[in-house]
């Protein structure tokens, strides 16, 4: 299968802790993209990247959490000091120069954070 | 600032009816619209994207369609099978930025 993949699928961890995800978008896909999803709730845009450039962050997006892109390949999102507001599912979409006229998106099965 | 709202919350119908989800968006000037579907606790899946100069889209039983004057979206399913069962969410992407809005999204259940 080469969708876009996430890991870890599931992460338990106690509030204070620093936790990392990682994103490996489709092959051939330049355009990266993370997002959150609370329970109830649709998913809320946090970070974009064209190839390593992170062009676009949201004010969620606060100082404890970073987004890199270091090769323009895969991506990591991580998260320090985490609080119990940060539980939620991290989702992962890649685009490919093919469909930007579109904007067509292509979501991983996400990274649920649980912190305890 | 972009607002998506998707009406009802919640949805049950018997297998076989014909349904009609509803989304609304309070800033006309979209890029597109785009309709999701997501399991529990999975990623989600797009089922069909509609550009700003377009009016509507069609995949199998699927029918979406975007009228950006009024800021409304429908999405259409006909003859529902248990199996189409999950959340459907819409989003709109704005002119000039990659961001997408999502609504809450409405929980469908088909009752067999």
């Known amino acids: 299968d080469t969708g876009v993949s996430q890991d870890p699928r599931h992460k338990i961890t106690k509030r204070g802790q620093n936790v990392t995800f990682r994103c490996d978008p489709i092959?051939?896909?330049?355009?990266l993209y993370w997002y959150r999803q609370t329970l109830g709730q649709g998913p809320e845009f946090l970070t974009y990247?064209?190839?390593?450039?992170?062009?676009?962050k949201s004010r969620l997006l606060s100082d404890r959490f970073s987004a890199e892109r270091p090769k323009g390949s895969f991506s990591t999102l991580e998260i320090q000091r985490t609080e119990q507001g940060d539980s939620a599912m991290y989702l992962c979409?890649?685009?490919?120069?093919?469909?930007?006229?579109?904007?067509?998106?292509?979501f991983g099965e996400g990274s649920r954070l649980t912190v305890l | 600032k972009q607002e998506v709202t998707q009406i009802p919350a919640a949805l049950s119908v018997p297998e076989g009816e014909n349904l009609v989800l509803n989304c609304s968006f309070t800033?006309?000037?979209?890029?597109?619209l785009q309709w999701f579907r997501q399991d529990p606790g999975k990623g989600l899946t797009s089922l069909l994207l509609?550009?700003?100069?377009?009016r509507e889209q069609t995949s199998g039983r699927l029918n979406a369609s975007l009228d950006k004057s009024s800021g409304r979206s429908t999405l259409y399913i006909a003859a529902s099978q248990p199996g189409d069962s999950a959340t459907y969410l819409c989003?709109?992407?704005?002119?000039?930025?990659?961001?997408?809005?999502f609504g809450k999204g409405t929980k469908l259940s088909v009752i067999p």
């Open positions: 092959s051939e896909h330049n355009r």
């Open positions: 800033d006309s000037a979209i890029y597109n």
């Open positions: 990247f064209q190839n390593e450039a992170q062009l676009e």
């Open positions: 509609i550009q700003s100069s377009q």
């Open positions: 989003a709109a992407s704005g002119a000039g930025s990659y961001q997408l809005t």
């Open positions: 979409a890649s685009s490919s120069p093919q469909t930007a006229n579109t904007g067509e998106l292509f």
